[in-house]
C-alpha cells in the first residue's frame, strides 16, 4: 500500500509540471483557427459515361445535401476521370454560384471542390463531343457547423479590441487551415504572383479566399464566389515552422478552375515587401482573418467574447472576416517581431506593414498579447534570410523571354527544344482552338514559299498543347491556322506559308504547362540531311518528295541509293517490331529505304531495302526489332531516281499473344507498348482490349502486385493475371483503374507460390493503346508496413525473412534490410523491451520501432547488437493503447529466422539466489521480473505450517544459530504458494525485494522454535 500511495503523489506532481508549461508557454501559441466542421460520409457514383455527339452535354447530375442549417459545405472526390473536353459543373442551390473542374483540377483541388455556401449543391457530369470514358464518385463531404469557438491564449492588447473591417484586396483567407495569405509582387513580371503566410498554416488540401463575406449570426462562416477561390500548389511551396521568428510559407496558387485567372489577376494588387526593418515605436498595422465573437469596434473583455463566440448572442458577423489594426512596433530581435496590435486566432499569416510607407515588413504568426501594458504579438521579420531564400526558389521566373509575341525565339525546319511554358503568361489575342488554352510561348520562324507541318508530337511533350501561327507583325497578327489534338494531346498544323517571317505561339489547353519540342518540317528540304530530320508518327506521313534533295554519306549498301531525304523515329517501347515502308501508292519512282541506330555522327545500319511493295515491287519496305530510343530512316531513289512518296510505320508487339509472352521479373519492367496488339480474349473488367503478355516466375509465397502506376504510362490500361499454361489459362483477377493519385493507371494484387509461374496481359480500356511500364513486386507476408501482423506481450513467431524486401523508410542502424513488420498495441503506459534473443534467432538481425502509422512513420528507436552477440534488443517508451509498428530485418540485409519477443519494462530484471537456509525445506521463485510480469513462488519439502515471507531489506541475518533470515518479513502469507501480478506502472521499475520459506515445527531446522527456514532469492523488478 504504501508504495501505491507513493505513485500518485508523483503522477500529480508530474502532471501538474505538465500543466505549468503549458499555462508558461501559452503566450507563443500559433494562431490559426479551423473553422468549425464535421464530415458527412456519402455514396455518389456517377458510373462510366459516354458522349458519342460532336458536342458537350450533360451526361449525369445528382443533388449531394447534408443537414439543414449546415451553413457550407466542400465535396472531396475519391475517384474522377474526365476525358477531354469534359468537366464537372457544381452549383449552389443557395445563391447559384458555380464552380467548374477538368481532369487536371480534380489533382490541383487534392481532389476536393471549392467551398459553397448553404447545406446542397447539384454537381453535374457534362461530357466533351465524342469522349468515352466519363465518372465521378464521392465519398465524403465537409460539412460547416454553427459552434462556438474554442477560447483561445489572450490575443487582444490592452482592455479592448480595437479592430475594425477592411478590405484589402491583397489578402486573403486560407481554409480549412483557419489562417491569412496575401499576395506579394514577385515575381516583378508576369501575372502570376507568389504569396506568404505562417510556415504552421502549411497543409495540403487549402484554398486561398478573397472578398470573403461578413459570417452569419453565431460566427457561422461565409465563403465568397468561386471565381474568388484558389486552390494552393503545396508541392511547389517552402516552409518552415520554426517558431517565433522563423515562421513563414512561401506558395504559389492554381489559377481559377472556372474563370482561369490568377490571383494576381482576379484581385489586381499585391503587396510590396520592406527592404529593411523600421526602428522601435514605429506604427504598424496587420490585415487578417481572425475569431470575433462581436459585431463592434472597441468592444472590451480581451479574448472573452472577443475572440470566442457565445451560442446565441446573434453575434459574430465579423468572425473570421477581414479586419484590421494598428499598434507600436515593440521590439525586433534576431528574425522576430512584437508589436502591439490586436489579433485573434485566424490572425496567423497576415501581413505586418509599415504604416508610414505601406511595405510590408513582416509575417504574424504567435499570439502574446494581453492587458498586461508592454505585452505584444510576435511575427517573422520580412528580412529574414530563409524566407527570402524561399521567396527567391519559389518565385523564380515570372516569364520566359518568348513570353511576349516581341521576344519571339528564333526556330528552324528540325526539331526544336526541348522548351517549357511554365510561369509563362496569357497574350493576346484569344486562341481560336481549344479550351481557355493560355501560358504560351512564342517563335520565329524564316520560311520559304510551300507546305509546312508544325507539330509538339514528341515523346518530350506531356501537357496538353495547342498550337498557332500567324503571318504579319506582332503588332498586326493575322492568324494562319490553329489546332489543339492531333496526336492524342499534342497539337500538329499542317499549312501552306508565303516566303517570309512567320510567328508560332505554343499553350496549354485550359492553362496548363509542362515541356515541349516544337517539330517543323519544310518543303526547303531541310531533311536533306541526318542532323534536319523530320519526325515520323505510326501511320501514313507525307506526302514527301525528293526533287532537289541530294545525296548522303554512307554510301547505301542496297540499290545504288541516292538523292535521300532523312526522318526521325522514337520507339518508345521494348517490345516492338516496326515496318518502315514506301508502299503507299502515292509513290511515283523506285524507292530504296534505310533504317539506323545510334547519332548523326556515328550511325550503325540496321536494315536497307530496295523492292518489295507497291503496285509494281519498286518500292521499299524494312522490319526491324529495335531498342528503345531514336531511329533515323533515309528514303531515296533507286540509283537517283525522284519523285514523292509517303513513309508507313507499322509497329507490331512482339508478345501480341500468351505463347509470346516476355519474360518479366521484380521491379520496372519495360517501357512496352500495346500499339498494333490485338484482343487476345474476352476481357472481365475495363473493356480491356489490344493486349500484351508477359510471364513471371514468382520469387515469394505471398500476394504478385502488377501495376502500370508509373510516369512512362500513356494511356487507360487494364491488367489481369493468370495462372496455367496458354492453353489452359485460370485468371487471378483483373483490374481497369486504380484511382487516386494512378488514376487510370492498373494495380492488381493476387496470391502467389515461390517458383510457380504466372502469365500477365496489358491492355488498354475500351481498346486504348499507347506506352506504359509494367511494375512487379512479390510482397512476402508481413513484407510491407500496411501488411503488418499483429502480435502481443510474450514471445511471437517464429518468423522468416527469406523472401522479404527492403522496405522505406531507410533504416538508421545496422544497415538494415529485407524486412519484416508487426503491430503492437500497448497495455500499459510505460517502457516496453524489444527483443530477437532467442535460439531461433538464425542470422544477425535489426530492430526497429515506430509510432504515427504506416502514412506517417516516426522512429523511436533502432538497434543492431543488443543481446546474444548478434541478436537485437530495443527500450522505447509506450503508450497505453496507442498501436505501434515493429520492423525486424537483417543486418546488411542478411536473411534467416527469428522470434520476436516483447515485455513491458526495461529487460533489466533478476532472479538470484541470495543465501543460504536450513533444513530440507525448498523454494523455487519463476517468471517474469517485470512490471506487468508474472512471478511464482513455491515450496517444496513441506512437513509443517507453510509460509511465504517477502522483504525490502535483502539481507542474511543470522537466527539461532543454524538458520538466516534473508530479508525482515515485511509481508508473511501461509501456504506453500504464492503468485505475484506486478502492475504495469514504470515506478516499480528497480523495485527490489527478497523471497524466503518457511516450515513451522518441522524438524531439522531451528530447535526453539521448530523451524525450517529456506535459501532466499533476490528478485529486481526491471
Aim: charged content about 10%; proline content about 6%.
Amino acid at each position: 500500500m504504501p508504495l501505491v500511495s507513493g505513485s500518485h503523489e508523483r503522477l500529480s506532481f508530474s502532471l501538474l509540471a505538465v500543466i505549468a508549461a503549458t499555462i508558461s508557454s501559452a503566450p507563443l501559441d500559433a494562431q490559426q483557427s479551423a473553422p468549425p466542421s464535421h464530415w458527412e460520409h456519402v455514396q455518389v457514383r456517377s458510373g462510366v459515361h459516354q458522349n458519342p455527339t460532336p458536342v458537350e452535354g450533360v451526361v449525369w447530375r445528382h443533388l449531394v445535401t447534408t443537414p439543414a442549417g449546415t451553413p457550407w459545405l466542400r465535396l472531396y472526390y475519391s475517384n474522377v476521370f474526365l476525358d477531354k473536353g469534359s468537366y464537372l459543373r457544381i452549383v449552389s442551390l443557395l445563391d447559384g454560384d458555380f464552380m467548374t473542374q477538368r481532369q487536371e483540377h480534380i489533382a490541383q483541388w487534392d481532389s476536393s471542390s471549392c467551398f459553397f455556401n448553404g447545406n446542397a449543391v447539384m454537381i453535374e457530369l457534362v461530357a466533351g463531343p465524342n469522349t468515352q470514358k466519363n465518372f465521378v464518385e464521392i465519398d465524403k463531404v465537409m460539412a460547416g457547423d454553427i459552434n462556438p469557438v474554442t477560447p483561445l491564449p489572450e490575443t487582444i492588447c490592452g482592455t479592448t479590441d480595437d479592430r475594425s473591417p477592411s478590405s484589402d484586396a491583397r489578402t486573403g483567407r486560407i481554409d480549412p487551415i483557419g489562417c491569412t495569405g496575401w499576395i506579394i509582387d514577385m515575381p516583378g513580371s508576369g501575372l502570376d504572383k507568389c504569396h506568404l503566410s505562417a510556415g504552421h498554416c502549411r497543409a495540403t488540401g487549402q484554398v486561398l479566399e478573397f472578398a470573403v463575406p461578413a459570417s452569419g449570426a453565431n460566427c457561422a462562416l461565409a465563403h465568397p464566389p468561386a471565381a474568388k477561390q484558389f486552390a494552393i500548389n503545396t508541392a511547389t511551396s517552402q516552409f518552415v515552422n520554426g517558431g517565433v521568428g522563423n515562421d513563414y510559407w512561401v506558395f504559389r496558387c492554381f489559377a481559377n478552375s472556372t474563370t482561369g485567372r490568377t490571383t494576381f489577376e482576379e484581385q489586381g494588387a499585391a503587396w510590396q515587401l520592406s527592404p529593411v526593418i523600421p526602428a522601435a515605436t514605429t506604427l504598424l498595422r496587420n490585415f487578417g482573418y481572425g475569431l470575433d465573437g462581436t459585431n463592434v469596434t472597441g468592444a472590451g473583455g480581451g479574448n472573452t467574447p472577443n475572440c470566442f463566440c457565445t451560442p446565441g448572442n446573434g453575434t459574430g458577423t465579423r468572425n473570421q472576416t477581414q479586419q484590421s489594426h494598428t499598434g507600436p512596433l515593440n521590439s525586433a530581435t534576431g528574425t522576430a517581431l512584437n508589436y502591439g496590435f490586436d489579433t485573434c486566432g485566424g490572425n496567423s499569416g497576415g501581413p505586418v506593414q509599415d504604416a508610414a510607407s505601406g511595405l510590408a515588413i513582416g509575417i504574424h504568426t504567435h499570439a502574446g498579447c494581453n492587458a498586461t501594458p508592454g505585452t505584444g504579438n510576435n511575427g517573422t521579420q520580412i528580412t529574414h534570410a530563409g524566407l527570402q531564400a524561399a521567396i527567391a526558389a519559389v518565385c523564380a521566373g515570372g516569364g520566359h523571354a518568348n513570353d511576349e509575341c516581341a521576344g519571339a525565339v528564333t526556330v528552324t525546319a528540325t526539331t526544336n527544344g526541348p522548351f517549357d511554358n511554365r510561369n509563362a503568361s496569357f497574350s493576346a489575342p484569344v486562341f481560336p482552338c481549344g479550351f481557355n488554352v493560355g501560358n504560351d510561348c512564342w517563335f520565329r520562324l524564316s520560311t520559304c514559299a510551300g507546305t509546312y507541318t508544325i507539330s509538339t508530337c514528341t515523346t518530350t511533350r506531356n501537357f496538353d498543347t495547342a498550337i498557332e501561327v500567324f503571318s504579319g507583325s506582332c503588332g498586326a497578327l493575322t492568324s494562319v491556322g490553329c489546332n489543339d489534338d492531333a496526336c492524342s494531346l499534342g497539337s500538329s498544323l499542317t499549312v501552306t506559308l508565303t516566303a517570309g517571317t512567320h510567328l508560332i505561339r505554343v499553350g496549354g489547353y485550359n492553362g496548363q504547362a509542362g515541356d515541349f519540342d516544337l517539330v517543323i518540317s519544310s518543303p526547303c528540304h531541310g531533311n536533306d540531311d541526318c542532323t534536319g530530320a523530320l519526325p515520323l508518327a505510326n501511320g501514313v506521313n507525307g506526302p514527301f518528295d525528293n526533287n532537289t534533295a541530294s545525296t548522303s554519306l554512307p554510301a547505301w549498301p542496297c540499290g545504288g541509293g541516292g538523292n535521300d531525304c532523312w526522318f526521325s523515329y522514337v520507339v518508345p517501347c521494348s517490345n516492338l517490331n516496326v515496318t518502315f515502308a514506301t508502299c503507299e501508292t502515292v509513290a511515283t519512282y523506285d524507292t530504296t529505304i534505310e533504317v539506323f541506330s545510334g547519332s548523326c555522327g556515328n550511325l550503325t545500319s540496321l536494315a536497307c531495302n530496295d523492292d518489295a511493295c507497291g503496285p509494281t515491287f519498286r518500292q521499299s519496305s524494312v522490319t526491324v526489332s529495335p531498342p528503345v530510343g531514336t531511329l533515323f530512316v533515309r528514303v531515296g531513289g533507286f540509283f537517283g531516281a525522284r519523285g514523292a512518296f509517303n513513309v508507313t510505320v507499322t509497329p507490331v508487339p512482339t508478345d501480341d499473344e500468351c505463347s509470346s509472352a516476355i519474360t518479366v521479373n521484380n521491379g520496372t519492367n519495360g517501357p512496352f507498348c500495346n500499339l498494333g496488339a490485338t484482343t487476345s480474349s474476352p476481357w472481365p473488367c475495363g473493356a480491356g482490349g489490344n493486349d500484351v503478355w508477359f510471364t513471371y516466375v514468382a520469387t515469394c509465397t505471398g500476394e504478385l502486385v502488377a501495376t502500370t502506376c508509373t510516369a512512362a504510362r500513356t494511356f487507360d490500361t487494364t491488367l489481369q493475371i493468370f495462372d496455367g499454361s496458354c492453353t489452359g489459362l485460370n485468371s487471378l483477377g483483373c483490374n481497369d483503374d486504380t484511382g487516386g493519385g494512378c488514376g487510370l493507371g492498373s494495380t492488381l494484387r493476387v496470391p502467389v507460390q515461390v517458383g510457380q509461374t504466372y502469365f500477365i496481359r496489358m491492355g488498354g480500356f475500351g481498346s486504348a493503346q499507347g506506352v506504359s511500364e509494367l511494375v512487379l513486386d512479390c510482397i512476402h507476408p508481413t513484407d510491407e508496413c500496411d501488411r503488418a501482423a499483429a502480435v502481443v506481450d510474450g514471445v511471437n513467431g517464429p518468423f522468416s525473412t527469406q523472401f522479404a524486401t527492403t522496405s522505406a523508410p531507410g533504416w538508421p542502424c545496422g544497415a538494415g534490410g529485407n524486412d519484416c513488420w508487426f503491430a503492437y498495441t500497448a497495455s500499459c503506459t510505460a517502457p516496453h523491451t524489444f527483443t530477437t534473443c532467442t535460439p531461433t534467432r538464425s542470422f544477425d538481425t535489426v530492430i526497429e520501432v515506430f509510432d504515427g502509422g504506416c502514412p506517417a512513420l516516426n522512429s523511436l528507436g533502432c538497434n543492431d547488437d543488443g543481446c546474444d552477440g548478434l541478436g537485437s534488443r530495443l527500450v522505447v517508451n509506450l503508450t497505453s493503447g496507442t498501436t505501434y509498428q515493429i520492423r525486424v530485418g537483417g543486418f546488411g540485409g542478411a536473411r534467416g529466422s527469428f522470434d520476436l519477443t516483447i515485455e513491458a519494462g526495461t529487460g533489466t530484471g533478476s532472479i538470484t539466489r541470495n543465501g543460504p537456509g536450513c533444513g530440507s525445506t525448498t523454494i523455487a521463485v519463476t517468471g517474469q521480473p517485470r512490471i506487468g510480469g508474472v512471478i511464482n513462488i513455491a515450496l517444496s519439502g513441506v512437513v509443517g505450517a507453510p509460509f511465504i515471507g517477502l522483504g525490502f531489506a535483502v539481507a542474511n541475518t543470522p537466527f539461532c544459530g543454524v538458520c538466516t533470515f534473508g530479508h525482515e518479513w515485511a509481508f508473511a502469507n501461509f501456504g506453500a504458494t504464492q503468485t505475484i501480478v506486478w502492475p504495469c506502472n514504470p515506478l516499480f521499475i528497480g523495485t527490489t525485494f527478497g523471497a524466503q520459506g518457511a516450515d513451522l515445527l518441522a524438524p531439522g531446522g531451528c530447535p526453539a522454535p521448530q523451524l525450517r527456514l529456506t535459501d532466499t532469492f533476490r528478485i529486481v523488478i526491471g
